[in-house]
């Protein structure tokens, strides 16, 4: 290789590594993702989380079963507060509604899996610019652009999740934080957590995660990272549903007594969109 051949090569080596640097910084998930978590404050309960899904025409809030009912079925409260945010990560608005979650029961707005811990309420129908909101919907505050729900194309079956991927969590774990008067972190704001897909309990049709999740990302979505070498996928794979509980006993030896203690291992349970997307595809 001649000295000429040489420098013509180093000249494009040079030109490529000062537009990698020049390159803006890339955001390691898309940015409407970031507006998937719905705060969910029901009175008397713990806040949690939950991620509008679009059909077609309709529009659906999905969550864990038991951020709504009870044991029984039954709602924890007459009504839910949801808040929302735009596609606009910088953006302070926000679109705030009220459900009546009697209401929705008794008009079979809401939509409760026979087997799995997750249910799924209509909003409203839409359609290209607007939505219009259910009868058991009470809308008190709107952002200017709307809400941001994933799509059914952008979800994949519990097959699809694959043990290994890369996955992200958003919700709101407002439990954590010692002094709730002096605030780590605004608690209106949902937080991200990255982890992966631990493994699959067949049995339960549910997904193992290996990512802690708390009092609060009851409902989070699950969002999995799909590489390949030409594209990075995002798709909505599950619902948090519980953490999986790592049992110490600390035991008293003289006298045979034993105290359990209950610490979070740092895996977490998911159960599968599919099983929302099965309520929603039966709703007429």
Excluded at 20 to 44: C, H, K, M, T, W
Excluded at 57 to 85: I, M, N, R
Aim: contains cysteine; hydrophobic residues 40%; positive net charge.
């Amino acid at each position: 290789m001649n000295n000429c051949v040489i420098r013509r090569f180093t000249i494009v080596l040079w030109i490529l590594f000062q537009g990698f640097i020049i390159l803006p910084a890339q955001r390691a998930i898309p940015e409407d993702n970031l507006a998937y978590p719905v705060l969910i404050e029901i009175s008397g309960r713990i806040p949690a989380s939950g991620v509008f899904i679009n059909d077609t025409t309709k529009t659906f809030l999905v969550t864990a079963k038991h951020v709504f009912l009870d044991s029984l079925d039954k709602p924890w409260a007459p009504t839910a507060l949801l808040t929302a945010y735009p596609p606009d990560t910088k953006s302070y608005e926000r679109t705030k509604m009220i459900i009546d979650l009697n209401f929705a029961i008794k008009t079979h707005a809401l939509l409760i899996h026979p087997k799995q811990d997750i249910v799924a309420v209509q909003i409203g129908t839409a359609d290209s610019s607007y939505i219009y909101y259910s009868p058991h919907i009470k809308l008190i505050e709107n952002a200017a652009k709307g809400i941001v729900g994933a799509r059914k194309k952008t979800t994949k079956t519990y097959e699809e999740t694959l043990i290994g991927n890369e996955i992200f969590i958003m919700g709101y774990p407002s439990a954590l934080g010692i002094n709730q008067e002096k605030k780590q972190f605004d608690y209106t704001r949902p937080l991200l957590r990255k982890g992966i897909v631990a493994g699959k309990y067949d049995s339960l049709k549910t997904i193992i995660l290996d990512c802690p999740v708390y009092y609060g990302n009851s409902g989070s979505p699950v969002i999995q990272v799909d590489r390949s070498i030409l594209e990075t996928k995002y798709a909505l794979v599950g619902i948090v549903i519980e953490f999986v509980p790592f049992d110490e006993r600390f035991a008293n030896e003289k006298f045979g007594l034993g105290l359990p203690f209950w610490s979070n291992s740092g895996y977490s349970v998911a159960v599968p969109i599919e099983s929302a997307l099965e309520l929603i595809s039966k709703k007429p």
